[in-house]
Each structure stands twice: as structure tokens, then as C-alpha cells.
């Protein structure tokens, strides 16, 4: 491993005070069944399972994948559909000892054989055959390329190999002792691959205790809540992290929300008198649209966290009126962990403008190009460690050299501020930044200000090849109806001040943008459709 492993001295320190445990995650959630066994744990489109039966099934997996007799820490993938099969899957991996790694469902042969060989994974559990693709062509046809895999079954009645519900009625039940320290890594976060092949980031157990544990004192619950599980579970923090594991750790309810849609996740968060729900800015989008047509229920909601992209202020403002909840932004990245929550405490102005201050135990710096500390005011690469995240991308010490720093610091690649206050403003990408006529334009500048109007769902911004200036500044929309034009646009972005160079010269429609496993828009692919519009 490229970056800087946690010694031994510091182990004891953070566990001494308190931000990390000596205990595995399972026993946490065992701590949880005994306080609370009758309470419901988790619900997903098929089955409601109280805390009791949660950690029956979780020892039942673990004497199975027990039995299979595999080498401590092997990796066992899981891909599948948002569903209580992925929490049960971690739980049983944490028990038996080995490493959890949950794959997308959206993700077909060239991912997913990716990820397999870049683990090299043991056990495979892969989703049933839609009418669209088969999963079962796609393994047997990967297969010869995967020389580690040892096990194949299905996540549920199929044709490849054992199914999950034959395991959980034919197993016994785990008891052995934990074997794994919650400093080992044992939990993959995959990256959503914006920019080439998806990668493998590690997480510990103590890892995610302090992640999470943060995450509920920045809700400052009174109690056990229900959890709503909007984005997709099997991509990492926003779908997964906060709302599926953070509740079964802290006594409280998730539920899962199977395939997205703005109309039944409104549905589902009315039913199940959701409290806390997760989202993709754009999912929020999403969910206010629809709200302003329909009467939904949603009195018991009193926050949704937000993560993976930024969304704007006035929208923010909008959702909270409409779906009278606060909007809690957070920031990070699957390979870095997390620097800085906004907390219900914080006023409405900086949860809508910045993404929070920086959160205990962190190492936090703004970096120049060259590496230096920022003096001024002026924007820098974010840069950060915390016990949140210390290990780098499994089998892959290049990459890691890449992402961290020499001193083991994430290199985030995002443009911030730090304000008077020390609330951390994200203004940029480094990498997105369009340089026309040597100038430097912000994308996120301009789509921050575009949201804001009347006409318009979303906005992404690229730039784009041109003879003269290098690049020119591509404005795409998803509208709200027709009628639209550049110039009003152009308009609307000069009256908020917007220097001449920064406003579009090129403008799009699209009735949705392409999104990436994670929920994100993928410029790469929205890219790809600008320049075929172009020929």
C-alpha cells in the first residue's frame, strides 16, 4: 500500500478516546438485536425483517460462506438490485471474516469483469435475468477470465448456482469467535467510474463507526428513526452508508426503495412516515416536481442529506418549503471518506451555499497546484485525512500514488474556500475547469446560477473544442417545458453579474441526462451526445 498504513500508536489512541471501537461492526448490530429484537430492522420491496430475524439470516450466510473454507479477508461480490440482501451480505462477510464488495446492477461484463479480477474475488452472488440482459450468460462468459472465483450463486431463484434462499434454509448458524480486527480493511467502496474504470477504495469497520457516528450527531436524533433508502444501495455512501447501515448500527429503520422513481419514493417516504431520507441532488429535483403536483403526507420528515453533487441554493430553499424538511448537504468522495457535514443546527444560508464545516480529527488543508497551503482567500485543492479513511484502492498501488499525497493526504480534485466561519464552500473541479481565451470558467458557477431559473429541471455545463479561444462554453438544460432560448439564458446570467466570457455560447435541450451508476450526471456521456448533436 502506497500511502501510510495506521500504526499501532494511533490505533490506540483514537480507541482510547473513543472515536473508534475494539468491536466488529456485527457485534454492534448484535448489541442493537438484543436491545431491540422485535424492532423492525429493515424493509425492501419484499420482505420486512425485525432486528431478530436480521441477525438470524446474517449468521445463517456466515455459516455458509464459513463452510466454503475461504483464506481470511477473501473478497465475496454481491451484485443486485437496492435490496436487505446487501446489508445482510455485509454483516455476514463482517462475521465470517471476509470482505464485503457490493457491485452496481446497473454495471455488465466490462465493469464487472473489471472489479471481479481487480479483487480477486472468491464468490460471486450475481442478480437474476431481466427481460433486458442476462446476468447468467454474462458470468459464464466471464468466467474463464476470473481464475480466483470459486463460488458463483444466485441472489435469488435462477440458474446460476445456488440461490440465497436455498443458503439461508439450509445453513447453520455462525457462532464463532470474531476474527478480524475493526482496523482491517473488510469493506470495498467502488467508485461510479466517471473517468475510466471504476476502482476499489478499502474501508475498516472503525472506518465506518466513525463515519456514521458522526453522521447521526450532525442529525442530532432523540431516538430511533426511520431511515428511507432513495439512491441505489449497491453504489456506495449516499445509497448505502448513510441510509441503510448508519440505522441498523444506532437501533433505528430503513427502508429500501427497489428501483427509483420520484412518484413511489414520495409513496414510500408517506407510508413508511419516513424521517431522514438520502438522495442525489438530482433525485431531490426529482421529488420536488412531483410535489408540487400532489398532496403527499410527509409530516414526520425532517431532513434529507444530500451527496454526490452539489445542489443549488434557490432549489435547496424550494425543497425545504415544499417538502418541509431541512436539506443537510454533505461532502466527500468514495475514495477519501468524508471532511465536512452541514447539521441541522447550522442556519438555512450555509446549508444552502456550503457543505459544512470540517469535522473533528480531520487534517484539512487548501493546496496550491504546487502543494503549498493556501494564504488567502483564494480557492485550492481540497486535500484531507480523518479516521474516517487511511487506506488507498485494493491492488492497485499506482492509483493510490495518484489519489493521496505524499504525507497520506486525499487529493480531491474540487476547488474550495474556507469562509470567515469555517463552513468549507466547494467552487469548483480542478478537472472541469474550461479555459476559453485563458480565461478560467467554472462550470458549476454558471449551472449554479442556471437552476435558478423558472424554466429549468437541470443544468450541466462542458466545454468545448474551438480554433479560436481553446474552449467555448457549452450550456446543456433538461427544461421544464418549451420555449427556452440561449438568449434568455444569456440574459438571466448577465443580470447576475456574470462576466461576458463566462456566458454560453453553445445550448442544448435534453429531456434527462445521462446518469452513472452512482446517480450522478456523466458528462463523459453527456459529452459523447453533444458532440454527435454537433456533426
Aim: proline letters at 6%.
Amino acid at each position: 500500500m502506497t500511502i501510510r498504513e495506521v500504526t499501532d500508536a494511533e490505533v490506540q489512541k483514537l480507541t482510547a478516546s473513543g472515536i473508534w471501537r475494539s468491536e466488529n461492526l456485527f457485534q454492534v448490530l448484535d448489541e442493537n438485536a438484543a436491545r431491540h429484537g422485535e424492532r423492525l430492522a429493515v424493509a425492501d420491496a419484499h420482505r420486512r425483517l425485525t432486528y431478530r430475524e436480521f441477525v438470524e439470516q446474517t449468521q445463517l450466510l456466515a455459516g455458509w460462506l464459513s463452510d466454503l473454507r475461504l483464506a481470511r479477508g477473501s473478497v465475496v461480490a454481491v451484485q443486485t438490485r437496492s435490496s436487505s440482501l446487501i446489508p445482510l451480505m455485509h454483516f455476514a462477510c463482517d462475521r465470517a471474516d471476509l470482505t464485503f464488495l457490493p457491485l452496481s446492477d446497473a454495471w455488465r461484463s466490462r465493469e464487472v469483469g473489471h472489479l471481479l479480477r481487480q479483487s480477486r474475488a472468491r464468490v460471486f452472488i450475481v442478480p437474476p435475468d431481466t427481460k433486458d440482459f442476462s446476468y447468467a450468460e454474462m458470468i459464464s462468459e466471464l468466467r474463464g477470465d476470473l481464475p480466483d472465483l470459486e463460488v458463483v450463486a444466485s441472489a435469488e431463484e435462477g440458474s446460476t448456482g445456488i440461490s440465497v434462499e436455498e443458503i439461508v434454509s439450509r445453513s447453520v448458524r455462525f457462532r464463532g469467535s470474531p476474527l478480524a480486527s475493526p482496523n482491517e480493511p473488510r469493506m470495498c467502496m467502488v467508485t461510479s467510474g466517471t473517468s475510466g474504470l471504476p476502482k476499489i477504495s478499502l474501508y475498516t469497520d472503525n472506518n465506518l463507526w466513525y463515519f456514521l457516528s458522526t453522521y447521526v450527531r450532525t442529525l442530532e436524533s432523540t431516538g430511533p428513526e426511520v431511515f428511507a433508502n432513495l439512491a441505489p444501495a449497491n453504489t456506495g455512501s449516499t445509497g448505502y452508508l448513510f441510509p441503510v447501515l448508519t440505522p441498523l448500527l444506532f437501533g433505528s429503520t430503513c427502508v429500501m426503495l427497489e428501483h427509483w422513481n420520484p412518484i413511489t419514493a414520495l409513496e414510500l417516504m408517506e407510508r413508511e412516515k419516513v424521517n431522514v431520507a438520502v438522495a442525489v441532488p438530482t433525485q431531490v429535483i426529482k421529488l420536488l416536481d412531483v410535489a408540487r403536483d400532489r398532496q403527499v403526507d410527509l409530516a414526520p420528515l425532517r431532513a434529507i442529506t444530500t451527496a454526490g453533487a452539489p445542489l443549488a441554493p434557490e432549489v435547496a430553499e424550494e425543497a425545504e418549503r415544499a417538502l418541509g424538511c431541512q436539506i443537510l448537504p454533505m461532502y466527500g468522495a468514495t475514495d477519501g471518506g468524508v471532511p465536512a457535514f452541514t447539521t441541522v443546527s447550522d442556519p438555512a444560508e450555509k446549508r444552502y451555499t456550503s457543505v459544512g464545516k470540517i469535522i473533528p480529527h480531520t487534517e484539512f488543508r487548501i493546496a496550491t497546484p504546487d502543494g503549498s497551503v493556501v494564504e488567502d482567500d483564494s480557492a485550492g485543492e481540497v486535500q484531507w485525512r480523518n479516521p474516517i479513511k487511511t487506506l488507498g484502492y485494493m491492488n492497485d498501488d499506482s492509483q493510490t500514488e495518484v489519489a493521496f499525497t505524499s504525507d497520506g493526504l486525499y487529493r480531491s480534485g474540487d476547488l474550495g474556500k474556507l469562509d470567515d466561519e469555517g463552513y468549507l464552500r466547494i467552487v469548483g473541479r480542478a478537472k472541469d475547469l474550461i479555459i476559453r481565451g485563458g480565461q478560467n470558467v467554472s462550470p458549476r458557477e454558471i449551472e449554479d446560477i442556471v437552476v435558478g431559473m423558472d424554466e429549468v429541471v437541470e443544468a450541466a455545463v462542458l466545454g468545448l473544442s474551438d480554433p479560436v479561444y481553446g474552449e467555448r462554453v457549452c450550456l446543456c438544460v433538461v427544461p421544464k417545458g418549451p420555449g427556452l432560448t440561449l438568449e434568455r439564458v444569456a440574459a438571466y446570467l448577465q443580470e447576475r453579474g456574470l462576466p461576458k466570457f463566462m456566458i454560453p455560447e453553445h445550448f442544448m435541450e435534453f429531456s434527462e441526462f445521462p446518469l452513472n451508476s452512482g446517480g450522478k450526471v456523466s458528462k463523459g456521456d453527456l459529452r459523447t451526445l453533444v458532440l454527435e448533436r454537433s456533426r
